[in-house]
C-alpha cells in the first residue's frame, strides 16, 4: 500500500507542477494579443479495488485546455468585417469631401453664383464688353471646377484601385498564414493533444482576415479549418486561392479568385467598403456632377443658340463634327437621331427668321424635325430651300449656315411686327385665299381656270410636282402655279399664308383683278367661281408686344364680313389659334380708331390702318409666334450658336468662339439692339425647373453636396457604433479568455501549496514505511 501511497504524491505534485506551468504560461503571455487562457484538465485516476474497498489511486492531467467561447469568436470575425467595411468608406469619403471644397468660394456652388452673378450684371448693359468678358471668365472658371472635381473623382478612384490592390496582397498572405497554421494544428493535434497556442495565432489571423473581406469558415474533424469568400473557397489545409483585383472593360474594379472566371461579390471588411466606395458611391456622385454639367450645358445652350446678335447672323458654324454611321462613308444619309450629335434632337420644328437689310422684310420659315426620318442631307437642302440661306457640312462634318449677301437670319422667338408682307388681309392687290387650310386632296391631271389681264389660260396640276398629289401641301401647289407659263404671263402669283393658299395679281389698286372660272381642283381647293379685285389703299397690320405663352402657335386672323376698317359697322376680325379655338374678336368697325393697339392673350397687340377686308375672297393672315425657335433641339445638337460644348463634367467647355471674343456672346431674342431677353432668359435657369434634373441647377448641386454630407455624417455614425460593437464583444471575450492577474496570482498561491502539502505527504508516507520496516 505504501507503493500506492506514493503514486498518489506523486500523481498530486505533477498535476500542481502542471497548473503552475500553465500559470506561468498565462502570465507571460498576460499582453499576448488574442492568446487565451489555458487551464490544465484534471480528474481523478481510476480506483484500485481490494478486497471489497475501493482506494483512489491519485489524480491525472489528461490535458491542456485554453478558455474558448468559438460562437463569440465568431461574432468577434464577422463584426470586425461589418466596422472594417465602415472605416474603409468613411475613410475614402472623407477625401470626396476635400474635392467639393464646400462651403468656399472656389466650390461649384459659388462659381456657379458668380456666372449667373455675371450674367445678370450683363443684361443691365448688354453692349459693355467688359461685362461681357466677366461672364466668358466666370464660365471659364465653372468650367475649371467641373473639371477639376471630375478629375479628383477620377483620382480617388485611382486611389482605391492602389489599396484595393494592397489589400488583396493582405489577404493572400493571411489566407497562406492560415494555411500554415491548419497543417501545424493538424499534425500537433494527430496523437490526441490540444495546440491551444496554434488555434490562438489562427483565430488572430482570422479577426485580421474578417477585418478585411467578409469571409466564412468551418472546423473540419482534424482541427483545420476551411475559409471562404462568397462561398468560394479561400484556404484549406492544403490549398490558398489567392485573390487578384483588375479593372475590367468597362472601368469597373473587380476581385477574383485563382482559377475562377466570375469576379467574388465582396461585401464586408476593408475591401468591401473600398469596392463600395469606388464602385457604388463615387460613380454615383460623378454622374450626378455629369447630369449637373450636361444640363447647365444643354439648358443654357437652348437660350443662347436662339438668341441673336444685333442684326442676326451672316454665318454660323457648328461645333460638332457628324459621323458617318453606316460606314458608307457619306454622312449626309445618316438620319439626325443616328449622325452622333452633341445633345439628342428630339420631332419638333426650327424656325428660321431670314432679313433683307435693305428692306427690312422678315420672312419665317418653319422645318419640321423628325429625326428618326429627316436625314443629315434633307436638313441641309430645307435649309438651303429658305431664300437667302446656303447650308452645307464642312471638311470635318460640321454644318455650316450662310445668308445670301444683303440678308441675315437667325432662329430667335422674335415677333414679325409686320406680318402680312403678302398683303392676304386686306392688301392692295387682288387676294383669292382658300377657306381651309392645307394639305389638299389633289389627283394628277386636275384643272384650274383662270382669266387675267392678258388672257384665259388653264393650269393642268401634274402629280410629279407633288411628294403625294393627294395631301398636296400649300407650298407645293404655289410652287407649281408659279412655275405655270400662263400664271406668269398674266401677272399672277401664288404664295403660302400658314397652310392656305393665297392667289394675287402682282400689281396693287382697284385696277387690279382676276378671274377664277372653273377647274376640276375647285372642289378639292375649297373655292368657288369668283371675280377677285384689289384696292386702292392696303391694310397695314402690326404686331406688338413680347409674346409670353408656353408654347409655339398660329395666330390666324380672318375677318367675319367685308367692310372697310374704322367705317364700316360691325365689322369685326376673328382671331384663332392653330387649333381653332377662339383667342380674341376685334372690333375694327366704326368705332375703332384705326391705327389703335387691340390687346391679344400673352403679352401681344394688334393694330390695323385703314383699308378694305374681305370675308368673301378668305383675306387670312397667319402669324407664327414662338415660346422657343427650336422645339426639336437641332442647333443644340448640332453646335449652331452654342454657348457651352461637351456632355459631362469632364468635357464641358466655353465654345471657343465665345473665349476669343466675348462680344459674340447672344444677348437679343429680337436681333434689336439693347434687347435683354436672352440673358433674362440665361439668368432664370438658376432656380427654374429643369427637366433633365427635376429640379433647379442649383437646388440639384444643393441637393449633391447635402447627400454627400449626410452619407459622410451616416457613415461616420455607423463606423463609430459598429467599432463599439466590437470593442463590446472584444471585452466578452477578455472576460471568458483573457488572463487576469490577480486570479492567476491566487491560483499560483493555490497550487504552490498544494505541490507543498503534496511533497509533505509523500515525507510522511515514506516515514510510515521507514516505521513498519523497522519493526519487522
Known sequence: MSNLSLNIGLKGMRAAQSALEAIGQNLANANTPGYSR??????????????????????DVTGMSRAHDDVLSRRIVAQVGIAGRFASSLQAMNGVEAVLREPGESGLGALMDRFFESVAELSTGTEDLVRRGAVSQAAQDLVAQFHQVAGDTAQLRAEIEGQVAALTGEVNALARQIRDLNAEVSKAEAGGGTANDLRDRREVALEELGALVDVKYKEDSHGAITVTIGGRLLASTALVHELRSEVDAAGELRVYADGAAQPLHVVGGALGGLLHVREGFLPGLQERFDRLARNLALEVNRVHSTGSPPGGFARLSGTVALADQDGDGDVLDETLASAGTQFAIQAGELNVHVVDQVSGALETSVIAIDPTSMSVGELLATLSAVDGLNASLDSLGRVQVFADPGKRFDFSTRLNEAPDQHGALGGGQAS?????????????????DLTGPASSFTVTLDAADFANVSAATADELAAALNQDAGFVANGLRAVTMGEHLVLQTLGTGSAASFDLTGGTALGALGLAPATVTGHATAVDVQLRGAYTGSANKDLVFRPLSDGRIGATPGLQVEVRDGDGVLVATLDVGDGYLPGTELALPDGLSVSFTVGELSATDNDVLVQRVLADGDTADVLVGLGLNGFFTGTDAMT????????????LIATSQSGAPGDNGVLLALQALQTQAVAGLDTSLSAFYGATVSDVGFQVASTEAAAETEALLVDSLRARKQEVSGVNIDEELVDMIRFEQAFGATAQYIQVVNQLAE?????I
Open 38 to 59: 489555458q487551464r490544465p484538465d484534471i480528474q481523478a485516476s481510476r480506483s484500485l479495488r481490494v478486497g471489497r474497498v475501493n482506494f483512489g489511486t491519485g489524480a
Open 432 to 448: 383669292l385665299a382658300t377657306p381651309g387650310a392645307g394639305p389638299f386632296a389633289l389627283a394628277d391631271g386636275m384643272t384650274l
Open 652 to 663: 464641358l467647355a466655353v465654345e471657343e468662339r465665345i473665349v476669343r471674343d466675348p462680344g
Open 771 to 775: 516505521t513498519v520496516l523497522s519493526l
